[in-house]
């Protein structure tokens, strides 16, 4: 005999429900229907730039999000069975600048800060969860833009982006800070001068190295961070790069920077619609070839392999000082190379596109021969042993958007749907992996369970432009459901969902 036992808690937009069943007085968790995640609660933190990126915590059950709207600030957000509370805030404004990610781990909050002068070392701030109080300031390198903690909580990392001022004229290197938590903190800061020497190999394989004046390392700019569930081992989107590094925790070096190579727009898998101002939106090949350029990066299991999949979001540099931007329609095209190419100057083909500048004329003549995008409009699983892409979603992920009617068809001169967060979830003891996607306003939800064949389960509205993503298991879950806590940088919104039970 077995029977099912039920929790219900008001207050939420929907019911928490708590289910189990009893069999010979054992308890065992009902099915989790991934492909029915729905919104269970909602705080508004203010208007753009309110509500960036959050981090759960189990202990104290709070949320803790980066608000940089006005100050620099984290939000605390504790969560109970009435809702979300929302309490005072942790105010960091005056120990740097702006405070780009938070973490957690065993109580205590990680806050990764650049400082006011934003080409200088930044410090990542460790803070008591519950008590709230600033215990520890750590330096790191310039421009810490992502901070996580590995699985075991001994290290904490820092992608540490190095972005030059305006005026191109200061440049920092590009650097990942390793802070060991079981050594006071201590903390080791790793540049990439020593691939230096490689440059010639990784252009050829679609490493990107660009940037006016700057040495290798300059011009690396780390962007996100994703670790082994040993704690071993991380790996880091270098986004500008068009590339990921490897690196060794334990030892406290890098092991080898991994070139994402081209995606091809003729071919049609990876077909896009690349104008705004055609007054239709149509996916289509066309003569051109994107970079992936990754943003969030994350590490799953599958089948006994170790996995990483990255949001190809795209991004350029875009300085007074120096902007790789153009639209192909400003651009002279080789005729021998683009035989149409007044056809495809057109601004109701490829004339409103944006690629960069920065690459395309081969023979040195002064027009181009290749033509280059900016970001992959998709998804890529690559193999973490070897980082071969086993996987890429190509043009599949935008025709769900499509279908679901909340393509913007502004966008699609930029870089489309522009998958910017990534998360991978266990529920049910499957991989799930949740795309955020900037400028659909929506989640895409998929099984990993085949890496070489993830299959779609949902696509979830959201607030508008999901930045941050966190999954928070079953098994810490305040609801004892999963969790998926979405932050939407454009109205600075945090929002809650939960699956329903199958």
Request: proline fraction near 5%; charged fraction near 20%.
């Amino acid at each position: 005999m077995h029977k099912s036992c039920y929790f219900l808690a008001g207050g939420l937009a929907t019911l928490w429900l708590i289910s189990c069943d009893h069999r010979d007085g054992d308890m065992a968790p009902r099915t989790e229907n991934v492909s029915l995640f729905r919104e269970l609660a909602s705080e508004d933190l203010g208007g753009t730039a309110a509500s960036e990126i959050s981090a759960y915590d189990p202990l104290s059950k709070r949320i803790f999000t980066v608000n940089n709207e006005t100050v620099a600030k984290v939000e605390v957000l504790e969560v109970s069975s009435t809702g979300l509370t929302k309490l005072a805030p942790i105010n960091v404004s005056a120990l740097g600048g702006v405070a780009n990610s938070v973490a957690v781990s065993n109580g205590k909050l990680a806050i990764a800060l650049e400082a006011t002068n934003k080409q200088a070392a930044g410090s990542v701030l460790i803070v008591d969860t519950r008590s709230l109080a600033v215990e520890k300031t750590i330096p790191v390198g310039a421009l810490p833009d992502m901070v996580t903690y590995s699985p075991n909580g001994r290290y904490i990392v820092t992608a540490d982006e190095g972005e030059p001022n305006a005026g191109y004229t200061i440049d920092p290197v590009g650097s990942v800070s390793i802070i060991d938590v079981s050594n006071n903190y201590s903390v080791k800061t790793l540049t990439f001068e020593a691939f230096d020497s490689q440059k010639t190999t990784l252009m050829a394989n679609g490493f990107r190295f660009f940037g006016p004046k700057a040495t290798l390392a300059q011009d690396i700019e780390p962007e996100y961070v994703a670790i082994s569930p040993d704690s071993r081992k991380a790996w880091v989107t270098l986004q500008e790069n068009n590339a990921i590094a490897e690196i060794d925790l334990v030892a406290g070096g890098i092991l080898r920077i991994v070139p994402l190579g081209l995606k091809d727009v003729s071919l049609p898998l990876n077909a896009i619609d690349p104008s705004d101002r055609d007054t239709k939106i149509e996916l289509a090949t066309w003569p051109i070839k994107t970079f992936y350029l990754p943003d969030a990066i994350a590490q799953f299991q599958a089948n006994g392999n170790s996995y990483l999949i990255t949001a190809d979001e795209g991004d350029t540099r875009d300085y007074s000082g120096y902007s790789e931007e153009a639209r192909i329609s400003t651009l002279t095209l080789d005729p021998v190379a683009f035989p149409t190419g007044a056809t495809l100057k057109n601004v109701a083909n490829l004339g409103r596109m944006l690629v960069t500048k920065s690459l395309g004329d081969t023979d040195g003549d002064g027009d181009y021969d290749v033509l280059y995008g900016i970001g992959g409009r998709g998804f890529s699983i690559l193999s973490a042993s070897t980082g071969q892409r086993i996987y890429f979603s190509g043009k599949t992920l935008e025709e769900k958007v499509i279908a679901a009617g909340l393509y913007d068809d502004t966008r699609s001169d930029d870089k489309g749907v522009e998958p910017e967060g990534v998360t991978v979830g266990l529920v049910n003891g499957r991989p799930i992996a949740f795309i955020a996607l900037e400028r659909a306003d929506a989640i895409a939800i998929y099984d990993l369970s085949d890496p070489t064949n993830p299959e779609f389960r949902q696509l979830l509205p959201t607030g508008d432009a999901p930045e941050g993503i966190h999954f928070v298991p079953a098994s810490s879950s305040p609801t004892g459901r999963s969790l998926l806590v979405v932050s939407s940088e454009g109205d600075g919104t945090v929002k809650i969902y939960q699956p329903d039970f199958l």
